[in-house]
């Protein structure tokens, strides 16, 4: 039971709930006795649109310190896992940096995974290297360069996301 535990608490944080349902539900199925065990618990790793609001709502102040609006920023580029739901976050005005950031990465990525693109439509220039959004855009140009063919501007790009 505690591998099962494990494993279900590693799916979570890697961000497959889906799949760690599936397993969840099948110890229960074979292992009703211990279904309290393997009762979902939240990962912490996904963030809802109210999460992200919250998150990214202090941003918006010019007056943030600055190791605060870091701190905020790492979490953001470690938790998000769609730059749409940044896009569409409302807390931000229209035309702040991270949310035309988002709007084109979602962009390019939609391009990029709908057929072949250019390298204007990849380029991202709004989303600096500093940018809690840039491992997004080195992610679009891998896909892209991924479908060209081109595999040593691929690796390039993997290597350009960082680890965390």
Known sequence: MEAYEARIRQLSALGLGAEAK???????????????????????????????????????????????????EQTLKTRLTSPTLLARCEVLPEDHPLRVGARAVGEAFRAATSGPVHDEQIA???????????????????????YRGDDDACRRSIEGISLD
């Open 22 to 72: 599936v397993l969840a539900q099948l110890v229960r199925d074979r292992h009703g006795g211990h279904a309290a065990r393997v009762e979902e618990r939240p990962s912490g790793s996904r963030m809802d649109a109210a999460a992200l609001a919250a998150l990214v709502e202090p941003l918006t102040d010019p007056t943030l310190a600055p190791d605060r609006r870091a701190e905020l």
């Open 124 to 146: 991202l220039p709004e989303i600096s290297r500093r940018s809690p959004l840039a491992s997004w855009k080195m992610l679009v140009r891998a896909i892209a360069f991924f």
